[in-house]
């Protein structure tokens, strides 16, 4: 088994209106896949979907080789990791005791919370209330969280938003070291380019909810050699909206 | 469970939603207290307490129910934590966890107002012996309407970001359920609002109580009990906790 997510006919209408429309979805195991689009294109209701935050109206999931459905759900999930749209934690609660929770609502060992500290390095920072932490902070605190259980995969929506230059990049190696590291799978979300280039090695565009292009990203780079990887994307996205 | 209701105790570190409910609890006692003064009052008290505990009860343990359901279900809206909830666990084990320890908090101040209430009619000197069997009863018919009141509340939170709604919905239904205690003449009134209970579950009467001389000439007796309004309670609250269970569990995040 060589993919571990897999679409098929993935649809979600929100009163009538497609919000992702027949997406065929798949990513192989043990790499980063960068799921890029402009904003509103449908990215974070597909992530969701995966996750099944919400319903799909159309469609089937199948993640590690096993169909998402309301049996199978917790125990799907049980290996995924998630950091979606902003960082959740409890503002009045110090990193180490937001971890706290999660460890103890995933089961996993207590030391689990020291290693994923480490790994964002947050661990001289642990005993600060998360209401007092930057973004960037507040980021790889989510993201600390999604790595607690060490999951085989790990869903991440704009990991890098808001965050200043220094703080994308270190996000990016961060994300960068983890299939390598920990054997784990990587989907990252993005609506920059840049940002899936220098991160990714497959690729799906998606724009008004379809999937444009899915594929290695070096690929989408053959596609015509006399365009810039910006003109490609566009070109596949309508050039609705800018980079 | 336990894990899960031992989390919610974790998360409230720093929020102090119990001392919140103590303070709440102890202006209820602080007005209750000092009416008690009058030689008739203390002649009567501990029906007098039967008597008029209902109509405090369903104004304050409505309000606290709406403090309660909000300190703790906001934590979560604030901080986006749902979403990573209903990814580790399955979403009816959130919502019961949350509504157990909310309940526990209600239940124990409950107990603890109850237990004043009596504490102080000794104290104040209250004639005869306390009427345990009536208090026992007056607990249960307290503690179901509020914890009827506690899953409707604890739903709205649960489900709306803006505690506003939480807040607003739970403030007209305990005025209108205080409202509705005077009317006795119109019963359906008190058994169609949840807040109404307090009222409908009463089973204790003044009788000769005049403006000239107050209670100088009067008494209370314990008139039947509704076992009606207590079974229709009860299908309330379970179907109150089924339909708010299911809401929270179709909600998209």
Redesign the interface.
């Known amino acids: 088994m060589n993919e571990i997510v897999k679409t098929a006919g993935l649809t979600k209408l929100y009163k009538g209106v497609a919000a992702v429309s027949d997406l065929n979805m798949s990513v192989r195991k043990g790499r980063i896949y960068g799921f890029l689009g402009p904003n509103g294109a449908g990215k974070t209701t597909t992530l969701?979907m995966l996750?099944?935050?919400?319903?799909p109206t159309n469609g089937e999931i199948e993640i590690m080789g096993r169909r998402m459905e309301a049996k199978s759900r917790?125990e799907i999930?049980?290996n995924?990791g998630?950091l979606?749209?902003?960082?959740?934690?409890?503002?009045?609660?110090t990193g180490a005791?937001n971890l706290?929770?999660?460890q103890?609502?995933?089961?996993v060992p207590k030391m689990n919370i020291d290693k994923v500290l480490k790994i964002v390095r947050l661990d001289n920072q642990r005993s600060k209330k998360?209401s007092a932490y930057s973004l960037g902070m507040k980021q790889r605190l989510g993201l600390a969280?999604a790595l607690l259980a060490f999951p085989k995969l790990l869903i991440l929506d704009e990991p890098t938003n808001g965050l200043d230059p220094a703080g994308i990049q270190e996000m990016r190696e961060l994300i960068k070291s983890l299939p390598t590291q920990f054997g784990m799978t990587v989907i990252v979300s993005s609506h920059l380019l840049s940002e899936i280039d220098q991160m990714a090695e497959d690729i799906g565009i998606i724009a008004k909810g379809k999937m444009m292009y899915q594929g290695k990203l070096e690929d989408l780079h053959n596609i015509d050699r006399n365009k810039s990887l910006e003109e490609i994307f566009l070109d596949l996205t309508g050039r609705e909206q800018s980079l | 469970m336990i894990k899960l209701i031992k989390c919610e105790f974790m998360k409230t570190r720093r929020r102090y939603v119990f001392l919140t409910a103590l303070t709440v609890t102890a202006a209820m006692l602080a007005w209750i207290y000092p009416r008690h003064q009058s030689a008739d009052l203390i002649r009567l008290g501990w029906m007098a307490n039967l008597y008029e505990l209902p109509l405090i009860n369903s104004i304050f343990m409505p309000l606290l129910s709406i403090i309660v359901s909000s300190r703790l279900c906001d934590i979560e809206h604030k901080g986006v934590m749902l979403k990573q909830l209903a990814v580790t666990k399955k979403r009816s084990q959130i919502y019961d966890a949350k509504l157990i320890y909310g309940l526990i908090i209600m239940i124990f101040c409950l107990i603890l107002s109850w237990g004043m209430t009596i504490t102080f009619g000794y104290i104040a000197g209250f004639e005869g012996e306390v009427p345990i069997r009536l208090y026992l009863l007056y607990f249960l018919f307290t503690a179901t309407p509020t914890i009827a009141v506690y899953i409707l509340q604890h739903t709205l939170s649960l489900c709306f970001k803006n505690q506003g709604v939480t807040f607003f919905s739970g403030t007209i239904g305990t005025f209108l359920g205080a409202l509705s205690l005077f009317f006795p003449q119109l019963p359906w009134l008190r058994r169609i609002l949840v807040w109404g209970y307090y009222g409908a579950l009463s089973f204790v009467g003044l009788f000769g109580w005049t403006k000239e001389n107050r209670y100088k000439q009067a008494h209370f007796e314990v008139m039947g009990i509704d076992r009606n309004s207590f079974i229709i309670l009860l299908f309330i609250c379970i179907a109150m906790y089924i339909i708010g269970r299911e809401i929270f569990k179709r909600k998209e995040l």
């Open positions: 969701k996750l099944s935050l919400i319903r917790i999930l049980r995924i998630s979606i749209e902003s960082p959740s934690f409890y503002g009045h609660l005791e706290r929770i999660l103890t609502l995933l089961d998360a969280g």
